[in-house]
């Protein structure tokens, strides 16, 4: 059975930062792309990036290049994401996902396992 479970999110100030975490079980990760997708209140859910099986990091939201970084430890079966220079518009629940193959895809239905979310707040 594949399980995901994310964790690290929390409150932090404008400006902080936060490593997110992706815990797989069930399931050998390193075949496949995973993806950071996330959900803000009153929106849709939106992949903002995700990295291949061959470690390429694609951006799908501008507004988180520069810093948010996606990594991977295939012997841990575990991803990362690493958020610095927190803005209040990075509030939202943020979730990782596994994709259907080794590549990134930019759409959530790209993903078919994903983790119970993580809650990030970015507030003063």
């Known amino acids: 059975q594949v399980q995901l479970v994310d964790s690290g999110g929390g409150l932090v100030q404008p400006g902080g930062s936060l490593r997110l975490s992706c815990a797989v079980s069930?399931?050998?990760?390193?075949?496949?792309?995973i993806g950071w997708i996330r959900q803000a209140p009153g929106k849709e859910r939106e992949v903002i990036l995700c990295?291949?099986?061959?470690?390429?990091?694609?951006y799908y939201a501008n507004s988180v290049k520069d810093r948010f970084t996606i990594s991977r430890d295939n012997s841990k079966n575990t991803a990362y994401l690493q958020i610095d220079s927190l803005r209040p518009d990075d509030t939202a629940l943020y979730y990782c996902?596994?994709?259907?193959?080794?590549?990134?895809?930019?759409?959530?239905?790209?993903?078919?396992?994903y983790g119970q979310g993580t809650q990030v707040t970015v507030s003063s």
């Open positions: 069930g399931f050998t990760m390193a075949h496949y792309a």
């Open positions: 990295i291949s099986s061959s470690n390429s990091s694609v």
């Open positions: 996902a596994t994709a259907r193959g080794p590549f990134c895809g930019g759409v959530y239905w790209s993903y078919d396992h």
